[in-house]
Nanobody, 115 residues
Framework: QVQLVESGGGLVQPGGSLRLSCAAS????????MAWYRQTPGNGRDLVAS???????NYADSVKGRYTISRDNAKNTVGLQMNSLEPEDTAVYYC?????????WGQGIQVTVSS
């Protein structure tokens, strides 16, 4: 069972930046896709950004140009650099790992954008 642990969340003012990190308990090389999702109360989890095994990124329209996803297969980590944050980015952010056979989730971390 792979464990994914998120870190780096917190409270930031509008226009500020945060960097989330996801550390896996074992090699992430076997996962075709690593991703970040976010969820607000009463809503489902929405894909924010994903990155393939060969580091090709994909972004939701709402975060394009502001967020950057990265993947370090050697360190078993996935990062999400979030810039120009807006109140609408407030959510619980989840790390996700997906292979052909399985899907794993982190426990989630709160990001709050507020003045």
């Amino acid at each position: 069972q792979v464990q994914l642990v998120e870190s780096g969340g917190g409270l930031v003012q509008p226009g500020g930046s945060l960097r989330l990190s996801c550390a896996a308990s074992e090699s992430i090389f076997r996962f075709n896709t690593m991703a970040w999702y976010r969820q607000t109360p009463g809503n489902g989890r929405d894909l924010v950004a994903s990155i393939s095994k060969d580091s090709r990124p994909n972004y939701a329209d709402s975060v394009k140009g502001r967020y950057t996803i990265s993947r370090d297969n050697a360190k078993n980590t996935v990062g999400l650099q979030m810039n120009s944050l807006e109140p609408e980015d407030t959510a619980v952010y989840y790390c996700n790992a997906r292979s052909i056979w399985s899907v794993y989730w982190g426990q989630g971390i709160q990001v709050t954008v507020s003045s």
